[in-house]
């Protein structure tokens, strides 16, 4: 495989559930994002992790947790979503900060 | 105001047809200025992005910016339906190069056959 790899592509999730989104780049990068992408609004950056290490929280509540144990793979944990919270979550990965981020295909997010 | 605007569409072309897509951004600093296509079910995809004032070519594909307007845009020659999709502008922000990138809500477009 190669590119940013997302799973699942849908979820569907009640709001006490808890669940996990996966993310896979195969493209050697150091650089992984979470994006939440909203009918009729821009991309939302949420966190940026770079070389394992969180550089950046983008306001998000704390019901999202991401974690990013190696530079290849990166998890956003969910836990008591809201309604609102259903969008397409979008990893993205780069080489660095020098260089412009790819897209994986995202997951989509109902929460019901 | 948004640091980023742009029209969402739809805009229809016929097959053939040289298509205009624009944004318009307010933060003087903006230096690179990016688009991206994302077709449905999938994820944006890195056409092409230039640094500060002018024109750049790739293939049927044209970006041009006027820093003085704070206005770019992206030019598509011979429209295929095959670029039907919506197309997002992007500009990087802050000193972190790429890192953190403000985004267009996205313009859709709808080339028929």
């Known amino acids: 495989e190669t590119g940013v790899t997302q799973t699942p592509r849908h979820l569907v999730m009640g709001m006490t559930n808890k669940k996990s989104l996966k993310c896979e780049q195969h493209?050697?990068?150091?650089?992984m994002y979470w994006y939440k992408q909203s009918a009729k609004k821009p991309l939302e950056l949420m966190f940026v992790?770079?070389?394992?290490?969180?550089?950046e929280n983008n306001s998000v509540p704390s019901r999202f947790s991401p974690e990013c144990p190696n530079s290849s793979h990166l998890f956003l944990h969910l836990h008591t979503l809201q309604p609102e919270d259903s969008a397409l979550y979008l990893c993205?990965?780069?080489?660095?900060?020098?260089?412009?981020?790819?897209f994986g295909d995202g997951t989509r997010l109902s929460i019901l | 105001q948004k640091e980023v605007e742009q029209d969402p569409g739809p805009l229809s072309v016929p097959e053939g047809a040289i298509v205009s897509l624009n944004c318009t951004y307010s933060?003087?600093?903006?230096?690179?200025f990016m688009w991206y296509r994302q077709y449905s079910r999938k994820g944006p995809e890195l056409l092409m992005y230039?640094?500060?004032?002018g024109n750049k070519e790739d293939g049927r594909f044209t970006a041009q910016v006027d820093k003085s307007s704070k206005y770019i845009s992206l030019f598509i020659r011979d429209s295929q339906p095959s670029d039907s999709a919506t197309y997002l502008c992007?500009?990087?922000?802050?000193?972190?190069?790429?890192?953190?990138?403000?985004f267009g809500t996205g313009t859709r477009l709808l080339v028929s056959p």
């Open positions: 933060n003087s600093a903006f230096q690179y």
């Open positions: 993205a990965s780069s080489q660095d900060y020098s260089q412009p981020q790819h």
């Open positions: 992007a500009m990087p922000s802050g000193n972190t190069g790429f890192q953190k990138l403000v």
């Open positions: 992790y770079n070389f394992k290490e969180q550089t």
């Open positions: 230039t640094y500060s004032s």
């Open positions: 493209l050697g990068h150091n650089a």
